[in-house]
């Protein structure tokens, strides 16, 4: 049955077709926003080569992910023992045969896959060569189902939104703070100064010191430092986790903290988030989930122009009568249109009072930050003095519109520098929720319960973390098995050079055109573009025919006289030619209403758009840059972004187990063995 799909599917035009274009077509949307604006002929060389080498190596199906596959792997490399149900019709499920991970039998299926492929590939290469016997690697299964549940139970606890959403953009706008500060040093030539020494003396960690150097034994005194930070992070996990009789098991904790230090948080995690190619190529990711119909919006208004020309140069005589019926049909829909979005925002905002109403509050553990209505900045908040060391550790509640997220995506974008008023704007509307009359915005407020009624429904459901562990296992191993990942590094500089500016062009894709442009300085406005345009065509005049001011250009263009025209030569440039002067009525006489050569003015036409587009590719270009640049280069130095993921994974640590940061580990160790 098995067999049968591989051949005769094509034809049909089953499942498995669908699955091998549904790639193809989500891989070349981004290339089609990265090339807008750029002929396909200027840069041969540099978009098409990254694409080629970087896709060429996803698989070609995803049957692998399917969950009757999946369970069929986890029963050959875990259930080795019970493959003699194999010729049964329905065999047992896997929540029968191994330790449940968690509550939910769908995250089970995928950790239990995530699993099933680090002990085939680094448990049983050796261990299979000793022994056959299933009993260590059943043991090992045992192990973590007990952490894993011990975890799930400690999550509970957990705020979430909190830690998603304020602790964590916190670090990351520490991050990018200190990561410009040490790329905008105050030391000028021939004083140096090493950006990475002074990134790490902001954010010292013991784990990454000393800075590396090229040449220099440095680089492996750091490593060595490193990897004995990660395994005192484990060891400490596992004392707090393991049962006493398990952690009595030398041989157990020492494979299961080396898998955990080395392979999963070493290899598969900080090694690889913290490499820039990477988290750009997880940023364009997120695009494709935002940006789905780019492609819709982007041909929608582009058929309506043509159209319009053509009725404007034909020869039609009840052209006013047109125009008056277009005109009475756009206000027409405007006043419908302007009706429903009139209509559709009292709607809005009765649901949303409703709503916020029969919500329940924001629940809260020990901890309290209350936010009263009278209450102001300068007040010191009340706390309760803790018990137990949970409490102690447990962040404090704080309203959801000030998170830190906020202000780390305004300094993201950089927002203070470009844009001052519109920060200054934000912030007054942030203050006014906070402080102002009804305390809609304070801790436990209404837009408080509706923000986080949201983050709760639709960001944490538990139902979208089964399809983000597939993808995970999908781009990490595909086909089961390490070593031919969907997406590898670049090759070269030009293709990191090519990804980054794919990367920017993908970011720059998600806001209007116009919005990109106002925000990066650019003019949109189309008085602002006449009035350039006009100034522009003015002072480049030359010649016989070169204006004196403003006005004498104008003067000249209005009467007739003094006619310059553009013409395209074979090479594409164009060409100024001066002709005779001609009075209107002698245009009109020969060339008809106009006074232009119908091919004169095509001419014209061509070499104002070729001059448009030649400007806007150069807007383009430069907005690209200053995104590289602003955004983007805050991630390409994989040094500091460890920084930034050990401090993330320190702060998750110390939020699950609250122990770790009262305790050092040999004291943890020898409270649980005493």
Not at 71 to 78: C, E, G, M, N, P
Request: charged share 20%; proline share 8%; with cysteine.
């Amino acid at each position: 049955m098995t067999a049968v799909p591989s051949g005769p599917v094509p034809p049909k035009g089953g499942p498995g077709p669908t699955s091998l274009k549904a790639p193809a077509t989500s891989s070349t949307n981004p290339e089609s926003v990265t090339s807008t604006g750029s002929k396909p002929s200027s840069s041969p060389g540099v978009t098409p080569p990254p694409p080629a080498p970087r896709r060429s190596t996803r698989p070609v199906s995803s049957g692998f992910l399917s969950d009757k596959a999946t369970a069929a792997f986890i029963r050959r490399v875990l259930c080795a023992q019970h493959l003699a149900d194999r010729g049964r019709n329905s065999p047992a499920p896997i929540q029968d045969l191994l330790p449940p991970l968690t509550s939910r039998n769908d995250v089970d299926l995928q950790l239990y896959a995530l699993i099933s492929i680090i002990i085939k590939e680094f448990v049983q290469n050796w261990y299979a060569r000793i022994t056959p016997d299933e009993t260590f690697v059943a043991e090992i299964v045992q192990i973590i189902a007990h952490c894993t549940r011990a975890l799930e139970q400690r999550l509970r606890k957990v705020d979430l939104e909190s830690l998603l959403f304020d602790e964590i953009p916190e670090l990351l706008d520490s991050h990018v703070r200190a990561y410009r500060t040490a790329q905008n040093s105050i030391a000028r030539p021939p004083v140096e100064a090493n950006p990475r020494e002074i990134y790490h003396s902001l954010w010292p960690l013991p784990a990454l010191s000393p800075v590396p150097t090229t040449g220099h034994s440095s680089i492996q005194v750091q490593a060595n430092n490193e990897s004995a930070y990660r395994q005192l992070l484990v060891q400490g996990v596992l004392a707090l986790l393991l049962p006493t009789e398990d952690l009595e098991n030398e041989c157990l904790t020492a494979l299961v903290g080396q898998l955990f230090s080395e392979l999963v948080i070493g290899n598969l995690i900080i090694n690889k988030l913290s490499e820039p190619w990477l988290i750009w190529e997880g940023l364009i990711m997120l695009t494709k989930l935002v940006h789905k119909r780019s492609t819709i919006e982007a041909s929608g208004p582009g058929n309506i122009e043509p159209s319009i020309n053509l009725k404007a140069g034909s020869d039609m005589v009840p052209s006013t009568t047109n125009k008056q019926s277009l005109y009475i049909q756009q206000a027409f829909w405007s006043v419908v249109q302007w009706g429903f979005v009139v209509v559709n925002t009292i709607r809005f905002i009765i649901s949303t009072v409703m709503l916020a109403r029969v919500l329940p509050p924001r629940s809260i553990l020990t901890t309290t930050r209350q936010v009263h209505p009278t209450s102001h900045s300068d007040e010191k908040e009340s706390y309760h003095p803790p018990a137990t060391s949970d409490d102690r550790s447990q962040p404090v509640k704080v309203p959801i519109a000030d998170f830190k997220i906020w202000s780390c995506v305004g300094n993201l974008l950089e927002m203070d520098a470009r844009m001052p008023w519109m920060s200054g704007v934000l912030s007054m509307a942030q203050w006014g929720a906070l402080k102002g009359p009804g305390n809609l915005a304070g801790f436990d407020g209404m837009i408080d319960r509706l923000l986080s009624h949201h983050i709760q429904a639709y960001i944490l459901d538990p139902a979208r973390l089964p399809p983000l562990l597939r993808a995970v296992r999908g781009a990490v191993f595909p086909n089961n098995a390490p070593g031919s990942p969907s997406l590898i590094p670049p090759s070269s500089d030009e293709q990191l050079a090519a990804l980054r500016r794919r990367c920017a062009s993908a970011l720059l894709a998600l806001v209007p055109k116009r919005v990109g442009r106002l925000y990066y300085g650019s003019s949109v406005w189309a008085w602002s573009a006449i009035w350039t345009s006009t100034r522009t065509g003015a002072s480049s005049r030359s010649g016989p025919f070169k204006a004196s001011s403003n006005n004498t250009a104008h003067n000249a263009n209005r009467t007739g006289e003094e006619v310059v025209r553009v013409r395209l030569t074979d090479g594409g440039k164009s060409v100024r030619d001066s002709h005779a002067t001609l009075t209107p009525e002698s245009s009109k006489r020969q060339f008809g209403d106009t006074g232009v050569r119908p091919t004169e003015a095509g001419g014209d036409n061509r070499a104002d758009m070729c001059d448009k587009d030649d400007d806007e590719d150069k807007e383009d270009s430069r907005i690209l840059s200053e995104i590289e640049t602003g955004m983007l280069d805050v991630f390409s130095d994989p040094y500091c972004n460890k920084h930034l993921a050990y401090g993330i994974l320190e702060l998750i640590l110390v939020r699950l187990m609250p122990e770790l940061a009262e305790k050092g580990v040999i004291e943890l160790w020898e409270e649980r063995l005493s």
